[in-house]
Structure formats: C-alpha cells, structure tokens
C-alpha cells in the first residue's frame, strides 16, 4: 500500500489493516499529523523565454505543537521535463497561525523552443523524510506570446503646431516652440484624442516626457 493511500483510510480501516483495531485511531490521529501539502500552480508567460507562475499551497495536515513546533520548513523546487535541471528554489516556511489559509507564491522560470511536454514543481520538507509533494504543469495548451514586432517606423510627418492641443491654457504651457517634434507628433492623436493604454519607447531626448503630459 501507498503511503499517500493511507490518508485515505478511516480509523477503522487503519485497525483492520494492522490487524489491532484499538490502535486504528492513534495510527488515524498520525498519519494526518505528516505534513501534507496540496498544490494548483497557475502558469502564464511573460515573453517568449519567461514563464510566470502562480503556486498555490494549501496545508492538509492537522497541526499539533509537540510534533510540529511553531513552524515547518519547505524548499519549493522547479525541475525541467527530464528532472535533470533545477531551474528554481526558494525557501517556505510554514508557521503554526496559517496553517488554515491558502499561500500564493509567485516566480518566473526560464523556458526554451520548442517547448517542453511539461515542467515539475516539487515541494519537499526540510525535516521530515518522504514528505513531498509533486504538481506536473502541463505546457500542452500553452501559447507564447508572438516574437517581437519590429519598431514602429517614424513616419515623416508635417510637424504638428502646437495649436493643435485646441485649448490656450495647455498651449501656454509650450511657449517655448511652435511644432512638436517628429516622435510627438506622430504619437500625439492616439495620446491626445483616446484613453488607450499606449507605450512609447524612445531615444533619450526625443521628448517623451511631453508625451507623457498628452
């Protein structure tokens, strides 16, 4: 029998199994005492090479001070399809107060072309033998964003004046030039006239704190 099988058992189960019924509740009582974890891991890629994750770890063990202590320590390891590269640890501690709440804890992870069956996030205890807990994370629905687009050419454009803010109080505001410069102009409707979200990436100098203010 699996070990993970006994959790699944009732007191009188455990009694039968070890041929004592009269121990089947202290065997019960012990088993749930192991630390357990249940994991769900939410993956979402930042670009093509960084993976977002969303780890979820929720204690499914009872707590009891004499066994336990105030707290139990965890590593959190991220291994490759293969199991042959760790691509990330951390170190989480489990304290007594919490042991009712769910933890999210969040990191990214590398990830290559073509892109692997799936990875593996096991948790391991730092001071119990066997306690472990192993999520595979599937990669089989997953998307990676499209490469980079190329940079948005700069359109020669008539440089746009001033004047066309529409509004004095905001063209006294630029009295020191009459025209806008070729980045401003060209980013200046979609800034000016919507409430779109809008990056504007530029040389230093080319004026994007006036861009900012649009």
């Known amino acids: 029998l699996v070990w993970e099988r006994y959790y699944d058992l009732s007191s009188q189960e455990l009694g039968e199994l070890i041929r004592n019924p009269k121990m089947g509740r202290p065997f019960h009582k012990i088993i749930h005492q192991f630390p357990k974890l249940n994991l769900a891991a939410h993956v979402q890629p930042i670009s093509r090479s960084i993976l977002q994750v969303e780890l979820t770890v929720t204690p499914d063990f009872q707590w009891d001070d ?11 390891i991220v291994e490759d399809n293969d199991g042959e590269k760790i691509l990330h640890q951390e170190y989480f501690l489990l304290k007594k107060q919490y042991i009712g709440e769910d933890h999210t804890l969040n990191f990214t992870v590398p990830i290559s072309e073509p892109l692997p069956p799936q990875y593996f996030i096991r948790v391991v205890s730092d001071k119990w033998i066997d306690s472990q807990t192993v999520l595979p994370v599937s990669f089989r629905y997953l998307i990676l964003p499209e490469k980079y687009p190329p940079p948005t050419e700069l359109l020669d454009l008539q440089p746009l004046p001033v004047t066309a803010l529409k509004n004095p109080s905001y063209e006294s505001l630029y009295q020191d030039f009459k025209h806008f410069n070729p980045v401003q102009t060209q980013v200046f409707d979609v800034l000016y006239n919507t409430s779109d979200s809008v990056l504007v990436a530029a040389a230093t100098g080319s004026g994007k704190t006036i861009c900012a203010e649009f």
Do not use: L, S
């Open 66 to 76: 004499k066994v336990h202590n105030y707290a139990e320590p965890f590593w959190i």
